[in-house]
């Protein structure tokens, strides 16, 4: 079983604050980190990215701005030069910064190109001036810095955070652990040591209520907060946590700056991980040790799915990852651990195979569905309504389920970034 000081690291680690779509700030805070070293006025600006994070990047808006682009957000990091607030750095966007951005995009070359290998996190940021060149590179996490380098000379090199988990090999032996050995290990940790956790349910459902009282982006929670207001719906706990988790990506991917609480990397993961757990607290009453012990089961399934199927993935992330997260907590508070395998197999029946076709305004249409899926499932394996045998990528072992999953993902799906990005190259 994994110890519970890990879980601590794992949680803190992949459960980070954020402002905007994490693919675009990732190329901005790049930027960032190569214009503070370079030091002088841009010339030329290149970003290099794989295939996943440019295509998460294309439709999505730019905190600060009215705009969307990945050359946007290089524009910006390279204007604002401080990459200090890591991947909230878009929130201090000023106007001098938004008009130095502006001038960048109209004076200078600014390429923006895929590579990266396998690599699903990549991007490789290069600013030259009249005298100097320098180059940074995140690998692996979106904020994960491996490398700065000066003309060719190397200033810091590094990885820290989940790096260091892996030399250890605790990392990789936590993701071989069984899911209910990692429910076990959070029901017999103090709830208070997971107590940080609660500030991210805080922060979401902020987001959450902006999107729900005033329409942003496709404005998918506001017209859901007033069909539910009209009578139309009911204000129920499928309804409430499509709703709430709707209208906190309405508001993310319209680009407002408001910090969201992030699961695994994605601020849309942490949402869905999160918010129909909002809902729940709303429908019946929960005390804040079962909601920090709910909230650490969310996550860490979350991550423990995401760690097989990619990090950022052809699958979509939220109706796969972030709802089996969600849907395995609520079945957790409901009748304890023991239908957990038949909540995530309800979800893999129901969510395999929906793609990942980028961060944009109608991904709150796909995050209020996984969520509505997450408490279907759940209650549907309350009532005993959950698979028993092979039933096709599920398997009796949830494991193995997971696993199969990951298959389909890759190499089962490998083609369909490609497929994306070209759909969307094709509009320009």
């Not at 938004?98 to 923006?112: F, G, N, Q, S, Y």
């Not at 959070?186 to 107590?195: C, G, K, R, T, Y």
């Not at 139309?232 to 609480?261: C, H, I, P, Q, W």
Request: proline share 4%; net charge negative.
């Amino acid at each position: 079983m994994p110890d519970s000081s890990l879980i601590i690291k794992i949680l803190k680690d992949e459960v980070r604050p954020a402002i905007g779509c994490t693919e675009p700030v990732a190329i901005a805070l790049a930027c960032a980190y190569a214009a503070q070293l370079l030091g002088e006025k841009p010339e030329r600006l290149s970003v290099v990215t794989s295939r996943a994070i440019y295509k998460n990047g294309m439709d999505v808006g730019i905190p600060g701005t009215s705009r969307r682009g990945l050359n946007v957000a290089a524009a910006l990091g390279a204007a604002l030069a401080d990459p200090s607030k890591g991947l909230e750095l878009l929130g201090s966007i000023d106007k001098k910064t938004r008009e130095a951005a502006e001038k960048l995009l109209e004076t200078i070359d600014i390429e923006i190109g895929i590579d990266g290998g396998d690599e699903p996190i990549y991007i490789e940021a290069t600013l030259e001036g009249k005298d100097h060149k320098a180059r940074a590179l995140i690998i692996g996490r979106h904020d994960n810095l491996v490398e700065l380098s000066l003309d060719g000379e190397p200033i810091k090199s590094h990885g820290g955070g989940p790096k260091d988990l892996k030399a250890s090999g605790e990392l990789n032996e936590f993701y071989k652990s069984k899911i209910l050995d990692v429910v076990e290990t959070v029901e017999a940790m103090d709830a208070e040591d997971l107590f940080f956790l609660l500030e991210g349910l805080d922060m979401n459902l902020r987001a959450a209520e902006l999107g729900a009282s005033q329409s942003h982006g496709l404005g998918v929670g506001h017209s859901i907060q007033k069909n539910m207001d009209e009578g139309l719906v009911a204000k129920d706990f499928t309804n409430l946590a499509y709703m709430l988790t709707a209208a906190a990506s309405d508001v993310r991917m319209s680009g407002e700056r408001v910090s969201v609480m992030s699961s695994s990397g994605s601020g849309n993961n942490g949402l869905t991980a999160i918010l129909p757990l909002a809902a729940l607290r709303e429908i019946r009453p929960l005390d804040d040790k079962t909601l920090a012990k709910a909230l650490a089961i969310s996550h860490l399934l979350t991550s423990y799915v995401k760690h097989y199927i990619g990090r950022l993935s052809n699958l979509c992330g939220c109706s796969i990852a972030a709802a089996i997260g969600s849907g395995s907590a609520i079945a957790w508070i409901l009748e304890g651990k023991e239908i957990i395998p038949g909540t995530i197999n309800n979800i893999i029946a129901n969510q395999a195979g929906v793609i990942c076709d980028g961060a944009k305004p109608g991904c709150a249409l796909k995050l209020g569905t996984a969520a509505m899926t997450a408490v279907q499932s759940a209650l549907l394996a309350k009532s005993g309504t959950s698979l028993k045998d092979h039933n096709g990528i599920c398997d009796p072992q949830v494991e193995k389920s997971i696993a199969n999953l990951a298959r389909l993902s890759s190499p089962g799906m490998n083609e369909v970034d490609e497929t994306v990005i070209g759909i969307m190259r094709e509009r320009e």
